[in-house]
């Protein structure tokens, strides 16, 4: 049995870089002249109010316009760019697309740009779980699946596999972070539905502590390219420095759907694996005690316990917990908080001994709205759930949280990104194609 194939590629002009991973892959051998292509990039997000560092966060318009270029040059007419971008509080794929320049590839290649959040969504036995699948991902007969080389804070690594959760609808996401189930033993039955015939992982950059944009960006300057889709997440993976085996939700799909997690049985082209291995964290640091990120037991902050995110903290929740934490920390003047828990997700209960207990989001309140241990409670009870209301419950229990101090977070973590280290916000814009 031959082994499935995986090129590596050095990224240096991208169009060069693409169609040579494509070639060393025989990426396209699995497409037919007339087949309705799907193009399913990485774009979970964007901010059009602050300053989005998107390197390693989501796919660079460099690589996703040098596809579409080789697509139309091999004769493929039928493109679609399809993806369900996170809705806080609506959905931005259009704005998306118009940023990131894809309008030039539908103007030059007719190539069709749709927001799945703003079409049909079908219900779909997926093997012993029921979702709600984007209908155009459904009636694509092949699709070209191109996420980003990232790590990911509640499943380690996030490549092809993880991104095809962006094909379903904001409900269907939820019940993936749901209580009662294993976040990494739910998205993976997409995977088998869907006709994947090439995954193409966009590592010219790499991103710790993923998903979002206060993670840590590296130029890695890396392609990678293949028709099976475990074999290309398998290398992925290594290259952010992990095992197959130590991903759960990748060790699942091969446990399902058959195929190795051993780098040893994948037949790797072009560049050596071993050297261009960046191991790259994924997750956050807390306390020992559970009380908040090493930061703050650093900080010395007192009277606060803020209770680690898990994975039943669906991606609206995700987004917003780190302005949380940021203005907690802030808000930290060198005396003792007047002792506040904070609890997020849907199993997290509150503990006994607390003055003041924030739920914060409409899971966690539903879940502790009778909890005999809360003395006052803080609901935030949106969903997801809204900052400024946090803001203003914490000022009226003495906590000083100002926005302003996240606004000037962000405006840090953009700027620690410098144009001669490789930071080019050009690849993420279509200007010519």
């Given at each position: 049995?031959?082994?499935?194939?995986?090129?590596?590629?050095k990224?240096?002009?991208?169009?060069?870089?693409?169609?040579?991973?494509?070639?060393?892959?025989?990426?396209?051998?699995?497409?037919?002249?007339?087949?309705?292509?799907?193009i399913?990039?990485?774009?979970?997000?964007?901010d059009?109010?602050?300053?989005?560092?998107?390197?390693?966060?989501?796919?660079?318009?460099?690589v996703l316009?040098?596809?579409?270029?080789?697509?139309?040059?091999?004769?493929?007419?039928?493109?679609?760019?399809?993806?369900?971008p996170?809705?806080?509080?609506?959905?931005?794929?259009?704005a998306?697309?118009?940023?990131?320049?894809?309008?030039?590839?539908?103007?030059?290649?007719?190539?069709?740009l749709?927001?799945?959040?703003?079409?049909?969504?079908?219900?779909t036995?997926?093997?012993?779980?029921?979702?709600s699948?984007?209908?155009?991902?459904?009636?694509?007969?092949?699709?070209i699946?191109?996420?980003v080389?990232?790590t990911?804070?509640?499943?380690?690594?996030?490549?092809?596999?993880?991104?095809?959760?962006?094909?379903?609808?904001?409900?269907?996401?939820m019940?993936?972070?749901?209580?009662?189930v294993?976040?990494?033993?739910?998205?993976?039955?997409?995977?088998?539905?869907?006709p994947?015939?090439?995954?193409?992982?966009?590592?010219?950059?790499?991103?710790?502590?993923?998903?979002?944009?206060?993670?840590?960006?590296?130029?890695?300057?890396?392609?990678?390219?293949?028709?099976?889709?475990?074999?290309?997440?398998?290398v992925?993976?290594a290259?952010?420095?992990?095992?197959a085996?130590?991903?759960e939700?990748?060790?699942?799909?091969?446990?399902?759907?058959?195929g190795?997690?051993?780098?040893?049985?994948?037949?790797?082209?072009?560049?050596?694996?071993?050297?261009?291995?960046?191991?790259?964290?994924?997750?956050?640091?807390?306390?020992?005690e559970?009380?908040?990120?090493?930061?703050?037991?650093?900080?010395?902050?007192?009277?606060?316990?803020?209770?680690?995110?898990?994975?039943t903290m669906?991606?609206?929740?995700?987004?917003l917990?780190?302005?949380?934490?940021?203005?907690?920390?802030?808000?930290?003047?060198g005396?003792?908080?007047?002792n506040v828990e904070?609890i997020?997700?849907?199993?997290?209960?509150?503990?006994?001994?607390?003055?003041?207990?924030?739920?914060?989001?409409?899971?966690?309140?539903?879940?502790?709205?009778?909890?005999?241990?809360?003395?006052?409670?803080?609901?935030?009870?949106g969903?997801?759930?809204d900052?400024?209301?946090?803001v203003?419950?914490m000022?009226?229990?003495?906590v000083?949280?100002?926005?302003?101090?996240?606004?000037?977070?962000?405006?840090?973590i953009?700027?620690?990104?410098?144009?001669?280290?490789?930071?080019?916000?050009?690849?993420?814009?279509?200007?010519?194609?």
């Amino acid at each position: 049995m031959s082994k499935p194939l995986v090129a590596v590629v050095k990224f240096a002009e991208a169009y060069q870089s693409v169609r040579r991973a494509l070639e060393l892959s025989d990426g396209l051998a699995g497409l037919k002249p007339g087949d309705r292509i799907l193009i399913k990039p990485n774009l979970v997000s964007w901010d059009f109010d602050l300053p989005f560092p998107p390197y390693g966060v989501v796919t660079t318009s460099a690589v996703l316009g040098a596809l579409v270029r080789i697509l139309a040059e091999e004769g493929y007419s039928d493109i679609t760019i399809g993806e369900g971008p996170l809705m806080v509080p609506k959905t931005i794929g259009q704005a998306m697309y118009k940023e990131l320049g894809y309008h030039q590839l539908r103007e030059k290649y007719g190539v069709k740009l749709v927001d799945f959040n703003e079409e049909k969504f079908v219900k779909t036995d997926l093997g012993g779980l029921t979702l709600s699948l984007a209908e155009k991902v459904l009636e694509a007969d092949k699709i070209i699946n191109v996420p980003v080389l990232k790590t990911h804070n509640q499943t380690k690594v996030s490549l092809g596999i993880k991104n095809l959760k962006g094909c379903i609808n904001r409900a269907s996401k939820m019940h993936c972070h749901g209580k009662d189930v294993d976040l990494s033993h739910t998205f993976p039955h997409i995977a088998e539905k869907l006709p994947v015939a090439l995954t193409l992982i966009d590592g010219v950059f790499g991103l710790a502590k993923g998903p979002g944009p206060t993670g840590t960006a590296q130029r890695l300057d890396l392609l990678v390219a293949s028709r099976d889709l475990l074999a290309a997440d398998v290398v992925g993976a290594a290259l952010l420095g992990y095992r197959a085996a130590e991903v759960e939700h990748l060790a699942y799909f091969a446990r399902r759907n058959g195929g190795s997690l051993d780098i040893n049985d994948i037949e790797v082209r072009g560049e050596p694996l071993a050297e261009n291995i960046h191991p790259l964290e994924y997750d956050w640091e807390w306390t020992a005690e559970n009380t908040g990120p090493l930061g703050y037991a650093k900080r010395g902050i007192k009277g606060l316990a803020v209770r680690k995110y898990d994975s039943t903290m669906c991606t609206g929740c995700s987004m917003l917990f780190n302005p949380v934490l940021v203005m907690l920390m802030a808000a930290f003047k060198g005396e003792p908080f007047p002792n506040v828990e904070v609890i997020s997700g849907k199993v997290q209960l509150a503990s006994p001994g607390f003055d003041y207990t924030v739920l914060f989001g409409m899971c966690p309140y539903k879940l502790n709205k009778d909890n005999p241990h809360i003395k006052q409670a803080i609901a935030i009870k949106g969903c997801p759930p809204d900052l400024q209301e946090f803001v203003e419950a914490m000022r009226e229990i003495g906590v000083p949280c100002d926005y302003k101090d996240y606004v000037q977070y962000r405006h840090y973590i953009f700027h620690r990104y410098k144009a001669e280290d490789g930071f080019d916000l050009g690849l993420f814009k279509i200007d010519n194609v």
